[in-house]
């Protein structure tokens, strides 16, 4: 099966949250934040009001509580508006 977003719609996987910090110290999990990133996997069409303005393959943030989260062969992702992607990480 495979998720296909309509309108301003955008599937994304998240990246894992960082668990440990830079000088080794390991975060607990009611410590940690919601990750904020992700990978854009699919996209909608767009509409004429709103337009898409990611690919797939993009490294996003979104906004922190946005999105439904949704299940698919056992893998997580989430269906964000394109509206609640805030940057696009460019390396």
């Known amino acids: 099966m495979k998720i296909r977003p309509l309108a301003d719609r955008v599937l994304v996987k998240q990246v894992a949250a960082e668990t440990k910090t830079a000088g080794g110290l390991i975060i607990p999990d009611t410590a940690q934040e919601k990750t904020q990133q992700a990978v854009v996997e699919a996209v909608g069409p767009g509409t004429e009001k ?6 797939a393959g993009d490294k996003v943030l979104y906004d922190k509580y946005s999105g439904t989260t949704v299940k698919m ?3 997580e ?3 964000l508006k394109n ?3 805030i940057a696009v990480i460019e390396d």
Do not use: A, P, R
């Open 50 to 55: 709103d337009k898409i303005t990611v690919k």
């Open 73 to 75: 062969n056992g893998e």
């Open 77 to 79: 992702y989430l269906i």
């Open 83 to 85: 509206s609640d992607i």
